[in-house]
């Protein structure tokens, strides 16, 4: 019954962030052969512009795993994961309260009804969420390699796993601070924004070639560090 409650409070957030995911990954066209001297142009402009050793960016970057490292897991997914967590963690105090956004009446009534704690509740649609999460990280990743793979571009699936575990374990952090933030302000629109405002400030500064912070959150989602050393 409460995951019923759960998948009814993100029916709509979870097809759309995954269509999109899927959307995205076909818009990379994983499908075409890349050209690597192209590839290896764009880096030295890139070390250019940011004012790094050419030859330091070739060296990560200048294969097929750094753009697809690149392109998909620190590009795509690093905006998109946040962003589905911020929104889809708040879901749940504005459908079972009026006064926090939701609709009125029903999902409030059907909620006081149930004979469970508000933990159970929490923790049920904590669960829920943290599952959808993990699938839109790898529904479209799937997507990704298996049309790369077919083009003859063979991508690490050993390392696609080890990016996808921490960007959904870094998700996971944005989900606990959404619903923080929900139960803080009891108002899902306050919660979105100010946890939207948040995944956007923690990408700064933006364009640059040095780590994130260690204590920033996308320190651990990209995976630089793992493919650094």
């Given amino acids: 019954m409460l995951w019923q409650k759960s998948w009814w409070e993100t029916r709509w957030g979870f097809p759309i962030f995954l269509a999109l995911g899927l959307l995205l990954a076909a818009w990379q066209r994983p499908w075409i052969q890349h050209d690597l001297n ?10 250019s512009m940011w004012g790094v050793n050419p030859q330091q960016l070739i060296s990560l970057l200048g294969d097929y795993d750094g753009i697809v490292w690149w392109n998909w897991f620190n590009a795509v997914l690093l905006e998109l994961l946040p962003l589905y967590a911020v929104i889809v963690g708040t879901s749940f105090i504005a459908y079972s309260c009026p006064p926090a956004g939701g609709s009125r009446g029903a999902a409030c009534l059907f909620t006081i009804s149930l004979p469970v704690s508000r933990r159970r509740i929490l923790l049920t649609h904590a669960a829920l969420t943290a599952i959808e999460i993990f699938l839109v990280a790898i529904a479209p990743s799937l997507f990704y390699l298996i049309a790369s793979g077919m083009a003859g571009r063979r991508f ?3 390392n696609a796993v080890i990016y996808l575990l ?22 899902q629109w306050k919660a979105i924004i100010i946890g939207v405002s948040i995944v956007v400030a923690l990408h700064w500064p933006f364009g640059r070639f040095e780590e994130y912070a260690w204590w920033n959150v996308y320190h651990l989602m990209s995976g630089e560090t793992y493919l650094r050393y």
Avoid: E, P, R
């Fill in 156 to 158: 690490s699936y050993w």
């Fill in 166 to 187: 921490l960007l959904a374990l870094g998700g996971m952090v944005f989900l606990a601070f959404s619903f923080l933030l929900a139960v803080i302000f009891s108002n």
């Fill in 38 to 47: 192209t590839w290896i142009s764009f880096l030295q402009k890139l070390a």
